[in-house]
T-cell receptor, first 110, second 119 residues
Framework: GEDVEQSLFLSVREGDSSVINCTYT??????LYWYKQEPGAGLQLLTY?????DMKQDQRLTVLLNKKDKHLSLRIADTQTGDSAIYFC??????????FGTGTRLTVIP | DAGVIQSPRHEVTEMGQEVTLRCKPI?????LFWYRQTMMRGLELLIY????????DSGMPEDRFSAKMPNASFSTLKIQPSEPRDSAVYFC?????????????????FGQGTRLTVV
């Protein structure tokens, strides 16, 4: 399978911006996704970006894609304690396969 | 649709016992995935099915693990015999890839997970 890598932990102070990074290896990826997992729950799709886009913004969320470097990031502006969760990066390879990173556990410090 | 349904939500069993986890995918979805999540290793893909057929089981840790999908609306993941290191949250997910302007969107929908504790 393809490699999707993320750091395991991130801590930020409430009100600051959070940036969660992800790298992937498959140059044929079509969609890239961010999933959120709240405590005790399954993963839910947060946002996604087409592989031919550089940026997508949705309220406090900004997704940046650097296709040349195969780097994806999720920025959360004005991070709140309710944003504490595990965030998963995933890529779709255009052949019905979906590959997940291990997840980044975001802790928001009040 | 109620979403992906997994049962049980929690399972505590003794080492050596057989454990069966169950999943009902979203109706109409033709892909089904089993994942395992631990603090140390994050989310790991164990196996996935397409139209009830196992496609890739390379993530299954060892022969003690087996998965079946007898029909489009039901799948099981079995561990026999179970060991303490199998303790984890097991997720089932389903998807139905959609083609948008020549690009496949493979958004997956996850169940709530089964938290397995083997003592």
């Amino acid at each position: 399978g393809e490699d999707v890598e993320q750091s395991l932990f991130l801590s930020v102070r409430e009100g600051d911006s959070s940036v969660i990074n992800c790298t992937y290896t498959d140059s044929s990826s079509t969609y890239l996704y961010w999933y959120k997992q709240e405590p005790g729950a399954g993963l839910q799709l947060l946002t996604y970006i087409f592989s031919n886009m550089d940026m997508k913004q949705d309220q406090r969320l900004t997704v940046l894609l650097n296709k040349k470097d195969k780097h994806l990031s999720l920025r959360i502006a004005d991070t709140q304690t309710g944003d504490s969760a595990i965030y998963f990066c995933a890529e779709g390879d255009g052949a019905n396969n979906l590959f997940f990173g291990t997840g980044t556990r975001l802790t928001v410090i009040p | 649709d109620a979403g992906v349904i997994q049962s049980p939500r929690h399972e505590v069993t003794e080492m050596g016992q057989e454990v069966t986890l169950r999943c009902k995918p979203i109706s109409g979805h033709d892909y089904l995935f089993w994942y395992r999540q631990t603090m140390m290793r994050g989310l790991e893909l164990l196996i996935y099915f397409n139209n009830n057929v196992p496609i890739d089981d390379s993530g299954m840790p060892e022969d003690r693990f087996s998965a079946k999908m007898p029909n489009a609306s039901f799948s099981t993941l079995k561990i026999q015999p179970s060991e303490p290191r199998d303790s984890a949250v097991y997720f089932c997910a389903s998807s139905s890839p959609r083609n948008f302007s020549g690009r496949l969107n493979t958004e997956a929908f996850f169940g709530q997970g089964t938290r397995l504790t083997v003592v």
